[in-house]
């Protein structure tokens, strides 16, 4: 049996690659973060899981952070809408889970001294299992 935060981590990654505007926008989406990519670049990242459910199914809480990585002092705000229109598209069927619900609970944006940009979005999904 997958876990919900395999099911969750795996869902997000369908549903980016799906997005054909954030493919024109980016040039990969990667399951973690690649050894080599050239900048920009979608991640999935970390995705960290917590007993949630209810009385008689069992449940579980993902917080999922998805990640536009970039480059130079231009920021792509069109990518990252459609990274965070995605996030909110996560509700439905994942593997033997169901994502319940989807909310983005934090946003994070921040310069690397190399030159570099990172945008997070860290996404809350709760699931019911069956």
């Known amino acids: 049996m997958s876990s919900a935060?395999?099911?969750?981590r795996a869902r997000a990654l369908a549903l980016l690659a799906g997005d054909e505007a954030l493919a024109g926008l980016v040039h990969g989406i990667f399951d973690g973060t690649p050894p080599r990519a050239s900048a920009p670049y979608v991640t999935v990242g970390a995705a960290e899981g917590a007993d949630?459910?209810?009385?008689?199914?069992?449940?579980?809480?993902?917080?999922?952070?998805?990640?536009?990585?970039?480059?130079?002092?231009g920021v792509d705000d069109r990518a990252a809408a459609r990274i965070e229109v995605a996030a909110m598209g996560?509700?439905?069927?994942?593997?033997?889970?169901?994502?319940?619900?989807?909310?983005?609970?934090?946003?994070?944006f921040g310069y690397a001294r190399d030159g570099g940009w990172r945008h997070e979005v860290v996404v809350r999904c709760r699931c019911l299992q069956g």
Do not use: H, N
Not at 52 to 73: H, M, Q
């Open 5 to 8: 935060e395999q099911a969750v």
């Open 52 to 73: 949630w459910g209810t009385k008689d199914r069992a449940g579980r809480e993902i917080r999922l952070t998805l990640a536009l990585a970039g480059v130079g002092s």
């Open 90 to 108: 996560l509700r439905g069927p994942a593997g033997v889970w169901t994502v319940m619900g989807a909310r983005i609970v934090r946003t994070r």
